[in-house]
Every structure is written in C-alpha cells, then in structure tokens.
C-alpha cells in the first residue's frame, strides 16, 4: 500500500515552454500532497503543500505565478512549470499524506527529473 | 530557528553495523522520520518515531530521545545496497516535515 505515482519520470523541454507533473496517490486518498525540488547533492526543498480544493500554500521565495499547483481530487495533483528556463532544470519529488493522518507518513512519488535546455 | 543535524558523510564496511545521528531544534514535536534516499531517485520512508525508546525493524532499527532532541539509525548487517543517503526529518508543531541535509553512507566491500 501507499503508492504515489509521478508522471513524467524525466522531461527535457526547451526553453520557454511549460511543463505538466502529474502526482498520484494510487491505493489511497490524499487530501494533502506536497511539492519538493531537489538540487544535485542538496537536500529536499519544499516547493508548496498542496490541498485538494483549495489553493496550494507556497515556500518563501517560490513564485507562485510560475510554479502553478492544482489538486482537483482526492488522488492526484499537478505542478505546471510554466516558461521554464534552463535554472528550473531540477530533480522535482511529490509526496502525499493520506486523508484523516495529519500527523502521517509521507510517501514519496519516484520523482521527476526537468531538463531546460 | 529551526534545525535538524546530521552528518554529511559516513563509511562503514560490508557486514558491520553503523549509527547515524541526528540532533534537531524544532518548534514543537510531532514525530521523527527517517527516509532512505539512492542516488538519483525519491525517498523512500524507513520509520517513524513518536515516543521515546528504539523501534526494531528487522536491519535498521531508530532510537529517540524527545529530551536530548536525538535520534540514530542503526543499521546491521550492512549490505552493498545499503550504500545511500539517509535523511532525518521532524515533524514540527505544524505538521510540517523539516528535513535535514542527509548522511550519504558509503559501503566499502
């Protein structure tokens, strides 16, 4: 139990363009999911925590008008990079937390890696 | 502020055990995590620990001390495959996980 699910698992984009990740909570509801970037040897940052039906809430210094955040249902949520730039280029990690465990697990999707070239 | 301690690099050799700490200052306390992280994927969720004493399971085992803001993960028995990052992280009074830098464990035969 508790499989997350991303989507793509590697993209390379030009750019300018924009990218859709999709991230699913396969065998559970997630009615929190939460958006982390991971840099070559750093460690996880947290990007937006996510709320189906709500707005997603974003990090200090996390452009929200770039990084565009949907969580439409209780199992998937979508990060769009929107005119990425070769600076986006990162490692990006979903993971959800099931519905009614606020003080719960987060499991993690296999992650996303975004090439900008 | 708020921070979470680990160290940055451990080795250890194939068949012995290791002890991974980590000390954290954290606004309010509700949980310790330990996850595994292997190069170039996510992590993956290892234990949980909320109480005070060592959670056994089976290899890796995670002690804590709500008190001293301490915890390790012991890992016996050390297999190649065990060559990985480990992150510790606590949850605060939020709810939010606050994530340390990770230990990269390296396995020498």
């Known amino acids: 139990g508790a499989v997350v699910s991303q989507h793509p698992s590697w993209v390379i984009c030009k750019s300018g363009t924009s990218v859709k990740i999709e991230c699913r909570s396969l065998?559970?509801?997630?009615?929190?999911m939460f958006w982390y970037r991971q840099f070559p040897k750093q460690s996880l940052m947290l990007m937006a925590t996510?709320?189906?039906?709500?707005?997603?809430?974003?990090e200090q210094g996390v452009e929200k008008d770039k990084f565009l955040i949907n969580h439409a249902s209780l199992t998937l949520s979508t990060l769009t990079v929107t005119s990425a730039h070769p600076e986006d280029s990162s490692f990006y990690i979903c993971?959800?937390?099931?519905?009614?465990?606020?003080?719960?697990?987060?499991?993690f999707g296999p992650g996303t890696r975004l090439t900008v070239l | 502020g708020q921070n979470i301690d680990q160290p940055t690099e451990m080795t250890a050799t194939e068949g012995a055990i290791v002890q991974i700490n980590c000390t954290y200052q954290?606004?309010?306390?509700?949980?310790l995590f330990w996850y595994q992280q292997h190069a170039g994927e996510a992590p993956t969720f290892l234990s949980y620990?909320?109480l005070d004493g060592l959670e056994e399971k089976g290899r890796f085992s995670s002690f804590l001390s709500r008190s001293k803001g301490y915890s390790y993960l012991l890992l016996k028995e050390l297999q190649m495959k065990d060559s990985a990052s480990y992150l510790c992280?606590?949850?605060?009074?939020?709810?939010?996980?606050?994530w340390g830098a990770g230990t990269k464990l390296i396995i020498k035969p």
């Open positions: 993971s959800a937390r099931q519905t009614g465990e606020d003080r719960g697990t987060q499991y």
């Open positions: 065998d559970f509801q997630a009615t929190t």
């Open positions: 996510s709320n189906e039906g709500s707005k997603a809430t974003y």
């Open positions: 954290t606004s309010g306390f509700n949980g």
């Open positions: 620990n909320v």
């Open positions: 992280a606590v949850m605060d009074s939020n709810y939010q996980l606050i």
